[in-house]
């Protein structure tokens, strides 16, 4: 193959990656340390949030987000669902690290380590909130190191008792009253029971810092799966792999299984697993540095789907640029859709006002991809509620971002406030994936709340 020949095939190839790339799963804003919860036939995925300019070279992390899915490939953007500011008896601006959400008795609560201050618990009435801080004061008490007391892990288990695991670079765990934000205090060492940290529960430790006393590192996952408990967590020190244990009760004893995932060039060098079954399926969330810009304080969720092999062991998986390859369900176009319902985006980011979270930072060329529409029978009317800044076009195209073009909707009008532009588009049949490309000028084009077809 001559020269020229090889550049455009890698040319080719650059074209069909960056077509297919679902991965990460978020491109508005960083995000991490995915913690994945299943309420309601949907798929509730709480993150950390790295902010766009980092502090100090350090994690620079101060609020917690939520995306849900039905469907496992169109994330919905809840927006920042709590922040440090929800503790009113800390000063804390820094800090917000890996949560965890579970919902018991119509109550959701979402466990939250704030670096140096140990493990809180926020609750709220909603999975996506508000939420609030029902102790005014940390969750954990009489811990002997509050600063690596982080990533906490809660499961209920079939007999009601609820676990809370967490800590670096030993575990420990309480068993949670049923109110969920105290603990049994009759247990351990004033409720908390240390783990034992040996080389059959948790591997032999590969990190050479001298702090590791076996393979676990950070970011505990417990779940129950066919009378088998799983502990899923980062391993072997920095950078991060990811390996698991499993025992027959959910207070162990642990038995190492090895890594699940090993490294790959775009991973960040810590890493952080969530691991849910949906809708018959099995998927595994991770971190990695791969959004644009991203590096290891700016990192990005990203999941992929598996299956458990016959013995129940899990396999090893691969982090992926391309993701999840099908959808679970078709989305319908004909409801309305919230513009932060995304596969895909360049450009964006979200933001919270009155109408709840909305898209901005539209400039000329970014776009939104929705992935499997059912079109149906055909539709005839778009309509965008949108509030016009500069103004703009919403070209309105399918399967690519410059692929058939369905219409362009024209939200040029400037007005005070939000607005809905119709446009006729022409008929469309069967499942397809939407892009909505937005052109204009120079400068923010318009505010973006939702749309739908007719
Ligand atoms: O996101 C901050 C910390 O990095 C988390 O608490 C760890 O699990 C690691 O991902």
């Known amino acids: 193959m001559n020269i020229k020949k090889l550049l455009l095939a890698l040319f080719c190839v650059g074209i069909f990656i960056s077509g297919v790339a679902q991965n990460p799963i978020v491109q508005t804003y960083y995000t991490a340390d995915p913690a994945p919860m299943?309420?309601?036939?949907?798929?509730?995925?709480?993150?950390?949030?790295?902010?766009?300019?980092?502090?100090?070279?350090?994690?620079?992390?101060?609020?917690?987000?939520?995306?849900?899915?039905?469907?496992?490939?169109n994330w919905t953007d809840h927006g920042a669902v709590a922040s440090l500011k929800d503790f009113e008896w800390m000063d804390k601006t820094n800090g917000a690290w890996a949560p965890q959400a579970i919902?018991?008795?119509?109550?959701?609560?979402?466990?939250?380590?704030?670096?140096g201050e140990g493990v809180s618990v926020l609750v709220s009435d909603s999975p996506t909130g508000p939420f609030h801080d029902p102790l005014g004061h940390r969750l954990?008490?009489?811990?002997?190191?509050?600063?690596?007391?982080?990533?906490?892990?809660?499961?209920?288990?079939?007999?009601?008792?609820?676990?809370?695991y967490w800590g670096n670079p030993s575990l420990f765990y309480v068993k949670l009253n049923e109110d969920m934000i105290s603990y049994d205090r009759s247990i351990g060492n004033k409720g908390i029971v240390p783990v034992e940290m040996d080389n059959h529960s948790f591997g032999e430790s590969k990190a050479k810092d001298g702090r590791?006393?076996?393979n676990y590192t950070e970011g505990p996952w417990i779940y129950k799966r066919k009378d088998l408990y799983y502990l899923v967590y980062a391993a072997g020190g920095i950078p991060e792999y990811i390996a698991y244990s499993t025992a027959p009760t959910a207070e162990g004893p642990w038995t190492y299984q090895g890594y699940i995932m090993e490294r790959a060039p775009h991973l960040a060098f810590t890493n952080h697993p969530g691991i849910i079954d949906f809708k018959g399926n099995s998927y595994f969330f991770y971190h990695d540095?791969?959004?644009?810009?991203?590096?290891?304080?700016?990192?990005?969720?990203?999941?992929?789907?598996?299956?458990?092999?016959?013995?129940?062991?899990?396999?090893?998986?691969?982090?992926?640029k391309e993701g999840i390859k099908e959808s679970v369900t078709n989305l319908n176009p004909y409801q309305k859709v919230e513009a932060e319902t995304i596969a895909w985006s360049e450009g964006l980011k979200t933001a919270k006002d009155d109408?709840?979270?909305?898209?901005?930072?539209?400039?000329?060329?970014?776009?939104?991809?929705?992935?499997?529409?059912?079109?149906?029978?055909?539709?005839?009317?778009?309509?965008?509620?949108?509030?016009?800044?500069?103004?703009?076009?919403?070209e309105i195209r399918l399967d690519a971002k410059d692929g058939p073009?369905?219409?362009?909707?024209d939200v040029s009008e400037i007005e005070d406030n939000w607005k809905t532009f119709t446009t006729k588009t022409k008929k469309q049949k069967?499942?397809?994936?939407?892009?909505l490309v937005f052109k204009g000028g120079e400068g923010e084009l318009f505010n973006f709340d939702s749309w739908e077809f007719k």
């Open 38 to 73: 299943v309420y309601d036939g949907k798929v509730y995925v709480y993150t950390s949030h790295d902010e766009d300019i980092t502090v100090d070279n350090f994690f620079t992390m101060y609020d917690w987000r939520c995306y849900s899915s039905d469907d496992m490939v």
């Open 103 to 115: 919902e018991r008795n119509g109550k959701f609560y979402l466990y939250v380590p704030i670096h």
């Open 140 to 164: 954990i008490v009489d811990s002997d190191d509050v600063w690596t007391d982080i990533d906490p892990t809660v499961f209920i288990d079939d007999n009601g008792q609820a676990y809370l």
């Open 212 to 214: 590791h006393h076996s």
């Open 289 to 320: 540095q791969d959004l644009s810009g991203g590096e290891g304080f700016k990192r990005s969720v990203s999941v992929e789907q598996f299956e458990y092999n016959e013995d129940g062991s899990i396999p090893m998986i691969t982090p992926t």
């Open 355 to 394: 109408n709840g979270v909305i898209v901005t930072n539209i400039n000329d060329g970014d776009y939104i991809k929705v992935r499997s529409v059912d079109f149906a029978k055909g539709a005839k009317t778009f309509k965008a509620r949108a509030a016009a800044l500069e103004g703009g076009k919403i």
């Open 405 to 409: 073009l369905l219409g362009v909707c």
């Open 430 to 435: 069967g499942v397809h994936d939407l892009f």
